[in-house]
């Protein structure tokens, strides 16, 4: 079967890219079509169950370990996963949100919010990031649509300037603490489905959260995290950070390019 097109030019215009960079997070309509939903969906999905090591059942994880099953790298394991992720729509999106002339790819992360899985707790992604610079963002990639009750992405809207609470990984306390700042810092929230197609990015300092999954399917989601293409490694200091150091960057010298065979570029502007 032909590949479906998931490298033509999607036009940004002005307003899009100020919102995202305003806001912290922009979503848009159209980005996948149905055809490359339905060719890709199904493989990430089988890949996701054959990779994952979360057996217990739900109620006797953490809050954590309730939110999501969590399977990462998926484009070092599989040749489709691979041509997905390395898509120029999405890659060059990414790099014009931003305004740099090329972004790397830092990840692929899928996340699959099962039926009865819990809320996704309050957190920004680069508490876990040891990388020099805040040009990082995430596409949030539904695999179907999203409805309310599906645990969609929400985002409080302006947060990626405000740092009280960058320094929670996900937990019940980041839920607790950081929710509660974005109420009196009176950050609005938007929390909306999505429609089949649509993808978000947000910044990796975004604050963002997802409700439970009461439907009775599985809330399939694909994550790529790009990231500015002159971004530097820097020194750990939490574990978190190591962990994600010796993942991706670990043929990488600190204060150095991340350069390492984890992570290409994806998009150079010519
Ligand atoms: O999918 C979720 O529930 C959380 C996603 C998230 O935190 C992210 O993509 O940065």
């Known amino acids: 079967m032909a590949k479906p097109d998931i490298d033509s030019h999607y036009p940004l215009n002005a307003d899009q890219i100020a919102s995202f960079r305003r806001d ?20 990430i999905t089988s890949e996701v169950y054959r990779l994952n090591t979360m057996h217990l059942p739900i109620e006797q994880r953490d809050t954590y370990n309730k939110a999501f099953l969590q399977v990462g790298n998926i484009w070092t394991k599989n040749e489709t ?14 790099a014009e949100l931003l305004g740099v002339r090329g972004v790397r790819m830092y990840h692929d992360q899928a996340l699959y919010k099962e039926s009865g899985g819990g809320v996704t707790p309050w957190h920004a992604d680069q508490y876990y990031w040891p990388l020099s610079n805040a ?10 649509a999203v ?11 302006g947060s990626h300037k405000f740092e009280a609470g960058r320094e929670l990984g996900i937990s019940d306390e980041s839920e607790a603490r950081i929710g509660r700042s974005m109420k009196e810092q009176n950050y609005p929230l938007d929390d909306t489905p999505f429609d089949l197609g649509e993808v978000s990015f947000h910044y990796g300092w975004t604050f963002h959260r997802a409700g439970p999954n009461v ?4 809330r399939a989601v694909m994550t790529i995290i790009y990231m500015d293409e002159d971004i530097k490694l820097v020194e750990p200091h939490t574990k978190a950070r190591e962990g994600d150091r010796a993942h991706f960057a670990s043929d990488v010298e600190i204060g150095g390019v991340m350069n390492g065979k ?3 570029v994806l998009y150079h502007a010519a």
């Not at 912290?24 to 199904?42: A, C, M, N, R």
């Not at 409805?147 to 809207?157: D, E, I, N, Q, R």
Request: positive net charge.
């Open 262 to 264: 984890m992570t290409p």
């Open 135 to 144: 040009n990082t963002v995430t596409a949030w990639i539904p695999l179907q």
């Open 24 to 43: 912290g997070y922009v979503k848009l309509k159209h980005v996948l079509s149905p055809d490359v939903i339905q060719h890709y969906g199904p493989i």
């Open 147 to 157: 409805p309310m009750g599906m645990g969609p992405l929400a985002f409080a809207k």
């Open 215 to 218: 439907s009775s399917k599985p």
């Open 81 to 94: 996963v691979k041509e997905f992720c390395w898509g120029q729509r999405l890659a060059r999106m990414a």
